[in-house]
């Protein structure tokens, strides 16, 4: 390859990566609207409250108003706003301005105007008069407004009190780990929300998909490959769609800027979850796998982009790609069992024997791979983080999922973000999570 094609096709599987992270981002603010806290806090009461004169005469025709309220009708909306904000002029005490809240909470209520609860919710907070008893919740929904408002230093603050006040809804802290990633503070928010995942996935359920999705997103964008592929590798473990397994492959692929080899292994997880996005997953795949080095595996990749229609095979590259792969096939398929028995000759180099095992991997032969492999890490300067990879992948093969997250977790060095994912893999086969009875994000 030149290096011009090269470099054309970095700044494509940039772009690409953005558009995936931008999706992903969207997906949790897409999820929110006016909160159903903010419609239970309009019945907050305050105690003993003991209101003014004056606000008494204005907060009355106020309350009036709001009752008559239709929504979308902006002459009802616009008189019940005058005759609050009325009332809010009108109070004076801390007893005014909570009811004065009310007041303007129940009329965004009444009217789906987000604007006016969180207004209310703000009076209600700051005068002092809420019921302990309702402030989790009252912090909660003034949150989660604040979030929808993108108002991230006011939601960072609403949301934390309403933690520290005792509210334990975990996505609480999945709108505050975004916030405090909004605000700079990306360690600390990429923690909450795996707090907050964590906390779903002790009874044994999936959180919602989108949490998973903002964790990923934000590491993408602070550009913290082990926390993308922490991220990934959750989400593939707990919502194993093939679309998840492409996302975060992508994310790892681009941050971690592999070479052949690594990318070859990035691919198979692609190819084993059918995970191909577009044209140049099948592209990276093929130049990784190499036709001179790993003429079956090769064909397999051309012959799946070709039925996709991803590829086609009147292409050059494609068309060049298979000559010289069906060039070596026979040839190398014939020397497949001397080059097995060399490898297994105690005198054989950790060399023949990764290549022995390379090649029973790449034609499926995945039993045979996993012993030379395991004979491979016992020998002077074997890659021990690629052979650890590729025993793992050959015990996936075989349907050995607890052995091959063991062997993806002894993965050291760059290849750890890539073993990860595979690990993750491995574990939704292993022991998936009832990820489709979780009930949607709020």
């Known amino acids: ?63 009036t108003a709001v009752n008559a309220v239709v929504a979308g009708d902006a002459a009802t909306e616009g008189a019940a706003k005058a005759a609050v904000d009325a009332a809010i002029a009108a109070a004076t005490g801390p007893d005014d301005k909570f ?67 005792g509210n334990s809804d975990p996505s609480l802290k999945v709108y505050l780990g975004d916030s405090l990633i909004t605000n700079k503070q990306v360690p600390q928010g990429m923690e909450l929300i795996k707090s907050a995942i964590s906390s779903s996935r002790v009874n044994g359920q999936a959180a919602p998909e989108n949490w998973y999705r903002r964790g990923l997103s934000s590491a993408y964008k602070a550009k913290a490959v082990n926390e993308a ?53 099948y592209i990276e795949y093929i130049e990784a796998a190499d036709p001179r080095r790993l003429p079956g595996e090769t064909l397999d990749v051309i012959a799946a982009g070709v039925a996709s229609g991803k590829l086609r095979a009147s292409d050059t590259f494609v068309a060049d790609m298979k000559a010289q792969a069906s060039g070596r096939l026979a040839a190398d398929k014939a020397s497949l069992p001397g080059y097995e028995a060399d490898a297994r000759k105690a005198s054989a180099t950790e060399t023949t024997i990764s290549g022995a095992a390379d090649a029973l991997l790449s034609y499926g032969k995945a039993a045979q791979a996993e012993e030379l492999y395991k004979l491979a890490l016992a020998k002077t300067g074997v890659d021990a983080n690629r052979t650890l990879t590729r025993l793992g992948i050959a015990q996936f093969d075989q349907g050995k999922y607890a052995d091959a997250q063991a062997s993806f977790a002894k993965v050291t060095g760059p290849r750890t973000a890539l073993a990860r994912l595979w690990g993750g893999y491995a574990a939704s086969k292993a022991n998936p999570l009832a990820a489709a009875a979780t009930a949607p994000a709020k």
Do not use: C, W
């Not at 929110?32 to 004056?54: D, Q």
């Open 1 to 63: 390859m030149t290096r011009t094609r090269m470099a054309n096709r970095s700044a494509v599987l940039s772009r690409a990566a953005l558009a995936v992270t931008l999706a992903l981002g969207a997906a949790l603010a897409g999820g929110i609207v006016a909160p159903e806290a903010a419609h239970a806090a309009k019945e907050a009461k305050a105690p003993k409250l003991k209101l003014s004169k004056g606000f008494i005469a204005a907060a009355q025709p106020a309350q």
């Open 229 to 281: 592929a922490e991220f990934g590798a959750l989400l593939i473990k707990d919502h194993p769609t093939s679309q998840n397994v492409g996302i975060a492959a992508t994310i790892v692929r681009e941050l971690a800027n592999y070479g052949g080899q690594d990318t070859l292994d990035l691919m198979r997880l692609m190819g084993r979850a059918n995970s191909y996005a577009e044209t140049r997953d």
């Open 99 to 165: 009811t004065a809240g009310s007041l303007l909470l129940n009329l965004g209520s009444k009217a789906k105007k987000p604007e006016y609860q969180r207004q209310g919710l703000a009076l209600m907070l700051d005068s002092g008069m809420a019921d302990p008893a309702t402030l989790p919740q009252l912090y909660a929904a003034a949150g989660q407004l604040a979030y929808q408002a993108q108002d991230h230093v006011s939601a960072q603050r609403y949301l934390q009190a309403a933690i520290d006040a």
